[in-house]
């Protein structure tokens, strides 16, 4: 049983980018975010983005001159995470000689603690490197304690949050938003009812899952999450002619030391994705080149509506990775409509209109319960590099990641092609 001092929850992800305005223009302008605050200083300018129970903080690094005063600026910032002179983030300018962030990544998963000196002692104890100390910020609102510590997985840290005494919103630290900002916020025409991060998805190296689900078991408390029943450790392999990857997860419940689980905002979920056999130009492996190693692949965004604010999005320009006509006449697809019957809610012909993937869970026999399900939809990158995506994810019961839409758009999109090719 775990005590209370060493349970964690999402508390924000952090994204570093090489033009902050456009990328907080994207969040505002198409995904509905609000600027909620900012911390603009000599090394770098911060936003602060919120959704319902989704937040994350963009960061952009300033073209500060390369020295040790800038350095230690930099390490010394309790929000400013993961930039070193010799991590391969920043990049030597020519004779400026400055910093200069050379490929967009979210690198900071913060997690929420209720005693943070306890659990760094535990990490302590598990070899977990810290590479930002404890640092107490406050304002009229109160305080907060941060840290920040290494993750197992390169280019990927963990900023630690005890908010106990903090009652506001907004972090300290941060001011309320620039006049830019606000005319942004004030430009916001449509309600997207994105209600919190739904999973985080990183992609490690082929044969790495195993460690790295040891690892956070070890140090977070984090339990492994079965996508196939058929496999000892739960792990969905998933083959294609240009796919080919292996499923993990692992999630950690706000109150799992009770027994007690809780949908939503509660649960912290993590998936990992690692190439598998010859998978061609799958885009894990795409990812890994382009991401020059591990990191954060997508995440899961949740919704209670799907089809308006998918069609909200599109409205708004947002571009999507469309699945080809033949997805819905497959196999695959026409069964699971069917299992569903009367448990669909959504209208059929609108959930193909839209572009929509559909997937449901397996039943026990004889079980007359309703018959779970969910639908999800991908974005295109939205960095400059092939990288990093965002995932639009509605659950009816669910509890699943939709992994049967990969094999089922693999089988589509060579159906597709064959059918181009008779033509």
């Not at 609000?34 to 602060?48: A, L, M, T, Y």
């Not at 404890?134 to 197992?152: D, H, P, R, Y």
């Not at 030391?257 to 949908?263: A, D, I, N, R, V």
């Not at 919704?303 to 469309?322: R, S, Y």
Request: charged content about 25%; glycine content about 6%.
């Amino acid at each position: 049983m775990e005590s209370a001092a060493h349970r964690c929850a999402l508390h924000h992800l952090e994204m570093r980018v090489s033009d902050g305005e456009k990328m907080v223009t994207e969040f505002v302008m198409k995904y509905g975010f609000r600027v909620i605050g900012e911390r603009d200083n000599d090394i770098s300018h911060q936003w602060s983005l919120k959704s319902r129970e989704c937040n994350f903080i963009v960061t952009e690094i300033k073209p500060i001159e390369f020295s040790d005063s800038n350095r230690r600026k930099l390490a010394a910032d309790p929000y400013v995470t993961g930039v070193t002179a010799n991590d391969g983030w920043v990049d030597d300018s020519g004779s400026a000689d400055t910093f200069q962030t050379r490929i967009s990544t979210v690198s900071n998963v913060a997690l929420e603690v209720n005693n943070l000196e306890k659990y760094l002692e535990k990490l302590e104890k598990c070899g977990v490197i810290m590479i930002k100390p404890i640092q107490k910020v406050s304002n009229q609102n109160g305080e907060i304690l941060i840290a920040t510590v290494k993750s197992c997985l390169e280019n990927i840290v963990h900023s630690l949050v005890q908010r106990n005494n903090f009652k506001g919103q907004l972090l300290p630290g941060f001011n309320d938003p620039s006049p830019f900002s606000i005319s942004l916020n004030s430009s916001i025409k449509s309600n997207i009812d994105i209600t919190h991060v739904d999973h985080v998805t990183f992609v490690c190296e082929t044969g790495r899952s195993p460690s790295v689900l040891a690892w956070y078991e070890k140090c977070f408390g984090m339990m492994p999450f079965s996508l196939n029943r058929d496999d000892p450790d739960g792990s969905l392999v998933v083959k294609g002619p240009n796919v080919g990857l292996r499923l993990s997860a692992f999630d950690y419940w706000k109150c799992s030391e009770t027994g007690l689980t809780f949908p939503g905002k509660n649960k912290l979920t993590f998936v990992i994705a690692e190439p598998f056999g010859n998978s061609g130009h799958s885009h894990v492996k795409t990812f890994m080149k382009q991401h020059n190693g591990p990191g954060v692949q997508h995440v899961g965004l949740h919704t209670d509506d799907i089809i308006n604010t998918i069609k909200t999005l599109k409205h708004n320009n947002v571009q999507f990775v469309e699945p080809p006509y033949t997805y819905y006449e497959e196999a695959y697809f026409l069964k699971k409509v069917e299992e569903l019957g009367d448990s669909l809610i959504e209208d059929i012909k609108t959930i193909k209109c839209l572009g929509i993937l559909l997937d449901s869970e397996d039943q026990p026999p004889n079980n007359d319960l309703p018959e779970k399900y969910l639908m999800q939809m991908f974005t295109k990158p939205i960095f400059n590099q092939d990288t990093f995506f965002l995932e639009i994810i509605q659950r009816r019961g669910a509890v699943g990641f939709g992994s049967g839409n990969i094999t089922a758009l693999c089988r589509a999109v060579e159906k597709l092609k064959s059918t181009q090719v008779a033509g």
